[in-house]
T-cell receptor
Framework: NAGVTQTPKFQVLKTGQSMTLQCAQD?????MSWYRQDPGMGLRLIHY???????DQGEVPNGYNVSRSTTEDFPLRLLSAAPSQTSVYFC?????????????FGQGTRLTVV | GQQVMQIPQYQHVQEGEDFTTYCNSS?????IQWYKQRPGGHPVFLIQ?????EVKKQKRLTFQFGEAKKNSSLHITATQTTDVGTYFC??????????FGGGTRLMVKP
């Protein structure tokens, strides 16, 4: 009964490095999304997917790429890390192909870019 | 784009006092959802409101959706220390984006 699993939990990157944050869900959910959480700014949507093979940009997509080759996985790629990308990243999934049902969140990845 | 504003940003209450957080959207929403995030944790779904003027209760929590479907509130009666955390509203519109408010951090003094 894993739900939404994010790896890693913590990561420190140097400016300019690239990396992939992993997100997997075992609930057969259609809708998946990535948010970043910064102090006092709530959760901001980076990218989302309404189903396998379909992705779209959210509010703050610059500097990030996503892909959705399977229903289960939705990795987030940082192309060239910048200090402004220091944040806590949450992956979430919902049952339908829209965000109009309960979102299940992963435990988060705390990323620091130095 | 759609904006969701939430006030207050912080609230300190004495245990037993009531608490209310308010959420306002710049656009009409198809539904609004509320989440709670404990310190160091991840957001956890509380409830979804869909109908204009809808009111739902969960024990000491009362959720309201405005008649114009652009605002919402969460009221907690007689707060307890277990209510500590940040409460977020999140609005969905006709598109496929769920937009979160900035959250209200509730602190309860025992």
């Amino acid at each position: 009964n894993a739900g939404v699993t994010q790896t890693p939990k913590f990561q420190v990157l140097k400016t300019g490095q690239s990396m992939t944050l992993q997100c997997a869900q075992d609930m057969n959910h259609e809708y998946m999304s990535w948010y970043r959480q910064d102090p006092g700014m709530g959760l901001r949507l980076i990218h989302y997917s309404v189903g396998a093979g379909i992705t779209d940009q959210g509010e703050v997509p610059n500097g990030y790429n996503v892909s959705r080759s399977t229903t289960e996985d939705f990795p987030l790629r940082l192309l060239s890390a910048a200090p402004s990308q220091t944040s806590v990243y949450f992956c979430a999934s919902s049952y339908t192909g829209t965000p109009n049902t309960e979102a299940f969140f992963g435990q988060g990845t705390r990323l620091t870019v130095v | 784009g759609q904006q969701v504003m939430q006030i207050p940003q912080y609230q300190h209450v004495q245990e037993g006092e009531d608490f209310t957080t308010y959420c306002n959207s710049s656009t009409t929403l198809s539904n609004i959802q509320w989440y709670k995030q404990r310190p160091g944790g991840h957001p956890v779904f509380l409830i979804q409101l869909v109908k204009s003027g809808e009111v739902k209760k969960q024990k000491r929590l009362t959720f309201q959706f405005g008649e114009a479907k652009k605002n919402s509130s969460l009221h907690i009666t007689a707060t307890q220390t277990t209510d500590v955390g940040t409460y977020f509203c999140a609005g969905a519109n006709a598109g496929n984006m769920l937009t979160f408010g900035g959250g209200t951090r509730l602190m309860v003094k025992p």
